[in-house]
């Protein structure tokens, strides 16, 4: 089966209509089939992705169009949907539209219009396609939501991303406290078929169990004392996108059977409200905490943890991916720099060493606070061991005359081989780094770390 294939499904329990609609359309699509009602419709769905379906709304079965219109969806949100009645209110429309529908026409149908629709809903899907390839590359580039790493430990990373993101699967990150977890969070919204819609987060161990339940779920004006007006909460300020529950370990017992409602049901209550409304968003938590730990001291239900816990992802400590610090380090530096609007600066090898070996507890928001320190506090383009927080390693300055660890005499002749590869190749770096057997970018990093521009 051609995957790439644009498939049509025509759904109407009139022969005339149904039959009329696929010749006619026959030229438009790649594939043209037909369901004679909802449940035809849903048993082709399940054996094929169509990336247009046209329904009636009044079909001779148990549910309406529009009801089948929302199951296809659930299903295959990629899926543009035209619906066509020839009872057409705009009540009628205005409820197919608000339910995901493509487009709304009446009959007496318009074939030309149908084609044109048509073709809007398959120039729609290549756009969608386009796109979603573009953010594939990025991501196979380590370049998505300022993930930096090309360690084993962070392509790892990247990869489960890329293979998760475009799922609805529901996605629990877990990583010590400044790892870069959010990061990971707008990354699977980023590459999903929901990066077109709200990007929602909410850190529930900031959040006062008081307060948690209206953040959540909004409230109805009256609701409680001052509730002045009605309010969304997150899960409806994130329908159609994502909404990523951060530190979801620290909610209380009661907060946990809420959430596991929502998650279960896909929908919820406004606080002093009595609408049930559905729950479109996409679900990623995050914690720094050992769960199955606190599922053995009972303060974490287990159910719960199997609801949030559908694909899960370990972002790795700093320190499991030093070689990872130099190309943050560099990273940080040039943002830092631009931002506070300082002259371009560097660290010298020795101090490079010294960022690179530390312990990092914090983890990257810690190396990243570090950065910026050092470029509001210093003035030299070039920063030594003794300019750095005195935390981190040696802050007396080492011996010129001799190296004083095997690190810095690598380093020592790496510059210099550099150094003489430049001068031989007349500074082109594209035949230097041939000449050196790395990449281009490779050899303009160490450039950079040696001050060799």
């Not at 290549?126 to 300022?146: I, M, P, T």
């Not at 990150?173 to 990007?199: C, M, N, Y």
């Not at 509730?227 to 329908?239: H, L, S, Y």
Request: aromatic residues 4%; hydrophobic residues 40%; proline residues 3%.
């Amino acid at each position: 089966m051609n995957t790439d294939a644009f498939r049509l499904l025509v759904v109407d329990d009139e022969p005339n209509i149904r039959s009329g609609l696929a010749k006619g359309l026959a030229g438009e699509a790649d594939v043209v089939e037909t369901a004679v009602d909802a449940e035809d419709a849903l048993q082709k769905t399940e054996q094929a992705n169509y990336q247009l379906v046209i329904a009636d709304v009044r079909l001779n079965s148990q549910m309406t169009g529009i009801e089948l219109l929302k199951k296809i969806l659930v299903k295959q949100p990629q899926t543009a949907v035209i619906m066509i009645t020839a009872h057409g209110t705009v009540a009628m429309a205005v409820e197919a539209m608000h339910a995901g529908a493509f487009d709304f026409i009446s009959k007496p149908l318009d074939l030309n219009l149908i084609r044109q629709q048509v073709r809007k809903a398959r120039q729609y899907h290549r756009l969608r396609v386009e796109n979603q390839q573009l953010r594939n590359r990025l991501a196979e580039a380590g370049e998505v939501s300022g993930i930096i790493g090309g360690s084993a430990a962070m392509q790892s990373v990247l990869q489960q991303i890329r293979q998760v993101a475009a799922t609805e699967a529901t996605v629990m990150i877990q990583g010590e406290s400044g790892t870069g977890k959010e990061l990971v969070a707008h990354a699977l919204h980023d590459l999903s078929d929901r990066s077109g819609g709200p990007f929602v987060a909410v850190n529930l161990g900031a959040m006062p169990e008081s307060l948690l339940e209206s953040e959540l779920f909004g409230h109805e004006k009256g609701a409680f004392s001052g509730a002045t007006r009605q309010k969304p909460g997150c899960f409806e300020q994130a329908c159609g996108g994502t909404l990523f529950l951060d530190e979801v370990t620290e909610m209380s017992a009661k907060s946990q059977v809420d959430l596991l409602r929502v998650l279960e049901s896909r929908r919820f209550t406004r606080v002093g409200g009595e609408q049930s409304l559905q729950a479109d968003a996409r679900i990623v938590s995050a914690t720094n905490r050992n769960i199955k730990d606190l599922i053995a001291e009972g303060t974490f239900r287990e159910d719960l943890f199997y609801r949030l816990n559908v694909v899960p992802i370990q972002v790795p400590a700093l320190r499991a991916r030093r070689e990872d610090i130099p190309l943050l380090v560099e990273h940080f530096l040039e943002h830092f720099c631009q931002r506070h609007k300082r002259a371009i600066k560097r660290l010298a090898p020795e101090a490079m060493q010294t960022i690179s070996a530390a312990a990092w507890p914090g983890n990257v928001r810690e190396l990243r606070n570090v950065i910026e320190r050092i470029v509001v506090t210093h003035d030299d383009n070039v920063i030594n061991n003794i300019e750095l927080p005195s935390e981190l390693g040696p802050s007396q300055p080492s011996n010129r005359g001799l190296p004083h660890s095997l690190a810095e005499a690598v380093e020592g002749c790496e510059r210099e081989t550099i150094q003489m590869a430049l001068q031989a190749c007349e500074m082109h770096r594209e035949r230097t780094a041939k000449a050196l057997g790395v990449s281009v970018r490779t050899l303009h990093y160490k450039m950079g770390r040696y001050g060799l521009h």
